[in-house]
T-cell receptor
Framework: GQNIDQPTEMTATEGAIVQINCTYQ??????LFWYQQHAGEAPTFLSY????GLEEKGRFSSFLSRSKGYSYLLLKELQMKDSASYLC????????????FGKGTSLLVTP | DAGVTQSPTHLIKTRGQQVTLRCSPK?????VSWYQQALGQGPQFIFQ???????QRGNFPDRFSGHQFPNYSSELNVNALLLGDSALYLC????????????FGPGTRLTVL
């Protein structure tokens, strides 16, 4: 099985930078995903990491360290619309192509 | 280009009833996965369909069953509904089995009374 841990809630100020951490335990790591989910809406894909290192996409970056079972999502120049839940999900080769999600981190961006 | 669509948007049922939820994948996608998301939790994988067959299943009882049609659309059926089945049911499609990115639909909010 997999254990995925991420903070329950975070608060940050508009214009600032926030880092959302995710740790996981898996025997057959095969990719880590970040999704954004606004209340009452579908999760939307943000990033995918399968190799160690940093992937940058505009204001969002995602980092992976497979040896440490650790990832983070970095959000820069925060905007009010970034207030949402951020879901970390791991794919395990022993579980095929299913995504195993953490409980999500609820981010509140304040003025 | 239409994304993933699901119907109905909301549904209210009583305990013991049966429900069918529907999903149409994103254009060009042939693989559909279903997830259950309880309030305040992350989505939990139910099962995945490819080429009209269930390819993988999560830790859900047999009351949860599904189907995929030749046009790649899919149905999720839940029998003998329990109060604990109240959740948001999400459908996700991908370009092929094993594709890196799954695209989610807006979900069906099921309430069991």
């Amino acid at each position: 099985g997999q254990n995925i841990d991420q903070p329950t809630e975070m608060t940050a100020t508009e214009g600032a930078i926030v880092q959302i951490n995710c740790t996981y335990q898996t025997s057959g790591f095969n990719g880590l995903f970040w999704y954004q989910q606004h209340a009452g809406e579908a999760p939307t894909f943000l990033s995918y990491n399968v190799l160690d290192g940093l992937e940058e996409k505009g204001r969002f970056s995602s980092f992976l360290s497979r040896s440490k079972g650790y990832s983070y999502l970095l959000l820069k120049e925060l905007q009010m619309k970034d207030s949402a839940s951020y879901l970390c999900a791991v794919r395990d080769q022993n579980s095929g192509y299913a995504l195993n999600f953490g409980k999500g981190t609820s981010l509140l961006v304040t003025p | 280009d239409a994304g993933v669509t699901q119907s109905p948007t909301h549904l209210i049922k009583t305990r013991g009833q049966q429900v069918t939820l529907r999903c149409s994948p994103k254009s060009g996608h042939d693989t559909v996965s279903w997830y259950q998301q309880a309030l305040g939790q992350g989505p939990q994988f139910i099962f995945q369909y490819y080429e009209e067959e269930e390819r993988q299943r999560g830790n859900f009882p047999d009351r949860f069953s599904g189907h995929q049609f030749p046009n790649y659309s899919s149905e999720l059926n839940v029998n003998a509904l329990l109060l604990g089945d109240s959740a948001l049911y999400l459908c996700a499609s991908s370009l092929r089995l094993g594709a890196d990115t799954q695209y989610f639909g807006p979900g069906t909010r099921l309430t069991v009374l």
